[in-house]
């Protein structure tokens, strides 16, 4: 058997030199504004009762929404529903993987690699 391929070689990092600093401070600038701020703004909304002008955080902290979750049985329907939906997904989703990973094993043609590809 002959294999075609690329030569190996080693990886270097790319030395960036006085750039090092500008492009950490550019890429922790994006993820503080793209994942940090928003995740921040959604977990403070859910710990307080209102919002808006004239209304000091300290006074509107609470856990009660969390509590009251438990009062509203449509809520907890959707809850359950949500999270049923997403065990029955994930099972049937490494179902059908195993049985393309199985074909493709037994038998490595073009449909099997196809279709391994494919859920990539």
């Not at 995740?39 to 902290?61: C, K």
């Not at 809850?79 to 038998?107: E, P, Q």
Request: aromatic fraction near 12%; hydrophobic fraction near 50%.
């Amino acid at each position: 058997y002959v294999s075609i391929k690329g030569k190996g070689s080693r990886q270097k990092p790319l030395p960036l030199g006085k750039w090092k600093w500008i492009s950490f401070a550019f890429i922790a600038a994006w993820l503080l504004f793209t994942i940090v701020m928003p995740l921040s703004g959604i977990a403070l909304r859910s710990f307080v009762t209102n919002w808006g002008e004239g209304v000091t955080l300290a006074d509107a902290v609470t856990l009660q929404n969390f509590l009251d979750i438990w009062d509203q049985p449509s809520l907890l329907r959707g809850i359950f529903n949500t999270v049923l939906i997403s065990v029955i997904g994930g099972a049937i989703a490494v179902g059908c993987y195993s049985a393309i990973a199985l074909a493709a094993h037994r038998k490595p043609d073009g449909i099997t690699r196809f279709l391994d590809y494919s859920v990539l």
